[in-house]
């Protein structure tokens, strides 16, 4: 039969015909286990939508176009996790659209970084990249911090989340815009609403040093503290293929 391939070679609807048919053929591969993704992501407890301050920030992190130099992907491989920690899970960006997986590295990887530098570190190298890290190629991003951070669309960014699939709850969207000023009150409660709503693990603080200000910078970086953050690791077991839905 592979022989025969000149006949459609020579007859151009035959070779439309066979074309659309494996093309189709490929479709229904990559895209028929998208519909039983729910069933094939490991449930792993911590993991939580963002919070309002931490979507801001996500937004920020894209449209500056940091993804394009940072993947938060670390692949399961010895030199990998020796370098940034456990690897990836599917489960850590269950609530990422799009997610930041990716092989670009023109800098290292991002998905243990939270919790890795303070927040001032973070303010320094977005400020001045050479200051802290020398050979560092990165482009300053001090013009952050002279940016208040616009919350009028914070609610409609929760919407939006939850039209495609986030679990956002009603009391959450409703309380967008004052969890996104309580994640920056230097002050606020361990016992505060945000946390109720979001987990005590949520890191409140000043994050840019500025209380005066909630700022673009306030929430990059509130982005970045939370990353590879949200599953304890010291008791995460990996549940076996088998027993997954």
Same mark, same amino acid.
């Given at each position: 039969?592979?022989?025969?391939?000149?006949?459609?070679?020579?007859?151009?609807?035959?070779?439309?015909?066979?074309?659309?048919?494996?093309?189709?053929?490929?479709?229904?591969?990559?895209?028929?286990?998208?519909?039983?993704?729910?069933?094939?992501?490991?449930?792993?407890?911590?993991?939580?939508?963002?919070?309002?301050?931490?979507?801001?920030?996500?937004?920020?992190?894209?449209?500056?176009?940091?993804?394009?130099?940072?993947?938060?992907?670390?692949?399961?491989?010895?030199?990998?996790?020796?370098?940034?920690?456990?690897?990836?899970?599917?489960?850590?960006?269950?609530?990422?659209?799009?997610?930041?997986?990716?092989?670009?590295?023109?800098?290292?990887?991002?998905?243990? +970084? *939270?919790?890795? $530098?303070?927040? =001032?570190?973070?303010?320094?190298?977005?400020? !001045?990249?050479?200051?802290? &890290?020398?050979?560092?190629?990165?482009?300053?991003?001090?013009?952050?911090?002279?940016?208040?951070?616009?919350?009028?669309?914070?609610?409609?960014?929760?919407?939006?989340?939850?039209? +495609? *699939?986030?679990? $956002?709850?009603? =009391?959450?969207?409703?309380?967008?815009?004052? !969890?996104?000023?309580?994640? &920056?009150?230097?002050?606020?409660?361990?016992?505060?609403?945000?946390?109720?709503?979001?987990?005590?693990?949520?890191?409140?603080?000043?994050?840019?040093?500025?209380?005066?200000?909630?700022?673009?910078?306030?929430?990059?970086?509130?982005?970045?503290?939370?990353?590879?953050?949200?599953?304890?690791?010291?008791?995460?077991?990996?549940?076996?293929?088998?027993?997954?839905?």
């Amino acid at each position: 039969m592979w022989k025969q391939h000149h006949r459609f070679e020579r007859h151009s609807l035959w070779l439309v015909i066979g074309i659309t048919i494996v093309v189709s053929i490929g479709g229904i591969v990559e895209i028929a286990p998208l519909f039983w993704v729910e069933s094939t992501i490991e449930e792993v407890e911590g993991v939580r939508p963002y919070t309002p301050l931490e979507l801001a920030g996500r937004d920020i992190y894209i449209g500056e176009g940091c993804y394009g130099c940072h993947s938060q992907m670390v692949r399961p491989l010895r030199d990998e996790v020796e370098r940034y920690g456990h690897y990836s899970l599917a489960a850590e960006s269950m609530y990422d659209h799009p997610f930041q997986w990716g092989s670009k590295r023109t800098g290292p990887d991002l998905a243990r +970084v *939270g919790g890795k $530098y303070s927040n =001032d570190w973070h303010v320094e190298h977005l400020t !001045d990249p050479r200051s802290v &890290v020398p050979e560092s190629n990165m482009p300053p991003y001090r013009f952050l911090a002279d940016q208040d951070l616009d919350q009028h669309a914070i609610q409609a960014k929760l919407r939006a989340m939850v039209a +495609v *699939g986030v679990p $956002y709850t009603a =009391d959450q969207v409703e309380n967008a815009t004052a !969890d996104l000023n309580a994640q &920056v009150d230097p002050f606020a409660s361990e016992t505060s609403a945000l946390r109720s709503r979001y987990g005590p693990r949520v890191a409140q603080g000043d994050f840019d040093g500025n209380p005066e200000r909630l700022t673009k910078m306030d929430a990059l970086i509130a982005y970045l503290q939370q990353l590879g953050t949200m599953v304890d690791f010291r008791t995460y077991q990996a549940e076996d293929p088998e027993n997954l839905r």
